[in-house]
Nanobody, 120 residues
């Protein structure tokens, strides 16, 4: 069994910073891409940032230059450093990972999400 657990959300004023973490645990053989998504009330879930095992990172235009995604493969953890936060960044942030289990199953796993609220 595999699970993802996010942490680091909270409430901040506009211009502030938060650092989100997402740790994968369980019967993991390997992890490929790790991504951060967000979903605001009444809106569709959108990709915020993605980091493959190797290669370049990708960001949504709305967060370029403000957010940085990184990962620690030894800890099976992905991070999202969010700076210069804006009220429109308010959403539930969820991590997603492409994981192969020790039994050979490969699939995408989601965390339960962490709330980020930015006030003006």
């Amino acid at each position: 069994q595999v699970s993802l657990a996010e942490s680091g959300g909270g409430s901040v004023q506009a211009g502030g910073s938060l650092r989100l973490s997402c740790a994968a645990s369980g019967s993991i053989s390997s992890i490929n891409a790790m991504d951060w998504y967000r979903q605001a009330p009444g809106k569709q879930r959108e990709l915020v940032a993605a980091i493959p095992t190797g290669g370049t990172t990708n960001y949504a235009d709305a967060v370029k230059g403000r957010f940085t995604i990184s990962r620690d493969n030894a800890k099976n953890t992905v991070y999202l450093q969010m700076n210069s936060l804006k009220p429109e960044d308010t959403a539930v942030y969820l991590c997603n990972a492409a994981i192969t289990t020790n039994s050979g199953y490969s699939g995408y796993y989601w965390g339960q999400g962490t709330q980020v609220t930015v006030s003006s």
